[in-house]
């Protein structure tokens, strides 16, 4: 029996949820021995479940976070325990595979304090008795092997993917009409902290002839840019939103100038995936290489200028980097990334403690 929590996903899903719900319906077509460890089990509609508490989806926030980790000090079982992302069970008898996706509490401490702490004091101990760690880029890869002392062979890269069935090509001009804009835009998606650094092309909007549309920053986070916005006289072209509903962003992608990505550090950088597939081109920081090779283009992340000229150079060669990024995307696929995961679980699911 193969356990496989999947307690990060709830039905509001941003990255890792995403990656979870994607990795997991893939592997449950692979095999039949697995449970899936789950509060919203509508995600999962056709598995084996083991219902927790509702209270301990992500969407309830810190509170939750914390009866999530209590919570699992409570599993005991003997069979193999999946985990897409990083946690504690220190009860659990059979081998552990945990999913690392990078180490943003060690990179940026003052966003992730309790967790720097966290990763630190309990969860280096514990990483060292994990059986394999699972990880989204080789970036990320050489963070572990070096904040958590593990041996290379210890970690398996498995790269995420999209869901082509949602982000596929349509016209600019048809995205835009059905969302209701009449100017052209700029888009950052998930800029939920201030390590996404959306300022930076807030700072060159001033030079440029675009709005900008900026999905997923948190309250704080949103006030501070629109501050800014109105400071540099760009308030009226800044649009800040909340969630927004997987069915609607393909159109925000799709309906896009481009996707700015300014980030600062990301472990693999899903939504330039997710952009190259509806065939919008994507400016992002070298953070995001390993997502969008040769098929993006770069800029640095603390020189709006730079933003500025890159955005520059796409508007003579636009055609060309949709088709890079429309040709990039097809290498990528969430069977290919649960088939790779797959070959780890199959070398434990017949052992016994």
Known sequence: MILADTLIADDRPFGIGIYTINVVRELLKLRRDIVVLTHTPELFPDAHKKVAP??????????????????????????????????LSLFWKGPQIVTIHDIQPIVLPDKYREQRWLYRYFLKPFIWRANRIITVSERSKADIVEFFGVKPEKVVVAYPSYDPTLYKPTAPEEARRKLGFTRPYLLLVGAKYRYKNAEVV????????????????????????????????????????GYVERQRLPLLYAGAFALV????????????????????PVIGTETVVEAGGDAILY???????????????????????????????KRFSWRRTAERINSVLSGYAQLRP
């Open 54 to 87: 509702p209270d301990t989806a992500p969407k309830f926030g810190k509170r939750a976070a914390i009866k999530r980790l209590l919570y699992l000090q409570t599993l005991r079982g003997r069979g193999v325990l999946y985990r897409t992302y990083h946690s």
């Open 202 to 241: 807030v700072k060159a909007l001033p030079k440029l002839p675009y709005d900008f549309v900026i999905v997923g920053a948190d309250e704080g986070y949103a006030r501070e840019l629109m501050d800014l916005a109105r400071s540099l006289g760009v308030g009226d072209r800044v649009r800040i939103t």
């Open 261 to 280: 990505f300014p980030s600062k550090y990301e472990g693999f950088g899903l939504p330039v995936l997710e952009a190259m597939a509806t065939g919008c």
């Open 299 to 329: 800029a640095l992340p603390d020189d709006p200028d730079s933003w500025v000229e890159a955005i520059g150079r796409l508007e003579t060669s636009r055609e060309e980097y949709v088709r890079r990024g429309l040709e990039r995307a």
